[in-house]
């Protein structure tokens, strides 16, 4: 069965400071990953994908995702954090085999960022 | 930038009523989606549709619950008879392809009393 984990309920950075989210996954095929951003009160924004290719995956905003599959890990990185990037952010994974469209969503992580 | 949109944003209901939430996916997808996240908690599929049916759904979606596009621009989720536990933020999502990213609407926030 398809999952997928967001160890940290919330993560606290510093301003300026290299932030990063831990998303790790299990399907049975080959992962599609995405991750979304959500802002109080808001709809969910794409943020970047990994279908293929290179596995550093830049997106908006700055942000970068690196999938490692030996890790079965997809985590969210940004060199230097916003107050601004605060918000909720999800990991969703599809099964590229699976013939199924839906995706398989994290809990979600907290992202506070601290001027 | 082409974007979803839903209507209403904010519905409160009696327990027992019926309710139609609205969508206009982004006009040249062609795949539909329905998500809701209760408050706090993480986000649930609920039903996909391509090619005027239903493609997939999940076990949230029983037979309280229908889709429906109308016209050429519209995506409609019915729930037929709330239920408390119905309350939650409704998504509509839409994507080119089965395996392009999906583009969220802003919810509606669906209050069942």
């Known amino acids: 069965a398809q999952s997928v984990a967001q160890p940290e309920d919330q993560v606290n950075v510093a301003e300026g400071n290299p932030l990063t989210v831990k998303c790790t996954y299990s399907v049975s095929g080959n992962p599609y990953l995405f991750w979304y951003v959500q802002y109080p009160n808001r709809g969910l924004q794409f943020l970047l994908k990994y279908i293929t290719g290179d596995n550093l995956v830049k997106g908006s905003y700055g942000f970068e995702a690196e999938f490692n599959k030996s890790q079965t890990s997809f985590h969210l990185k940004k060199p230097s954090a916003l107050v601004s990037d605060s918000a909720l952010y999800f990991c969703a994974v599809r099964d590229w085999e699976d013939s199924n469209y839906q995706l398989i969503w994290g809990a979600g992580t907290k992202l506070i960022i601290k001027p | 930038e082409p974007e979803v949109t839903q209507t209403p944003s904010h519905q409160v209901t009696q327990m027992g009523q019926e309710v139609i939430l609205r969508c206009v996916p982004i006009?040249?997808?062609?795949?539909f989606y329905w998500y809701r996240q209760i408050l706090g908690q993480k986000v649930e599929f609920l039903v996909s549709f391509y090619n005027n049916e239903i493609s997939e759904k999940s076990e949230i979606f029983d037979d309280q619950f229908s889709v429906e596009r109308p016209d050429g621009s519209n995506f409609t989720l019915k729930i037929r008879s709330t239920k408390l536990e119905d309350s939650a933020m409704y998504f509509c999502a839409s994507s080119e392809s089965s395996y392009n990213e999906q583009f969220f609407g802003p919810g509606t926030r669906l209050t069942v009393l």
């Open positions: 006009s040249n997808h062609l795949y």
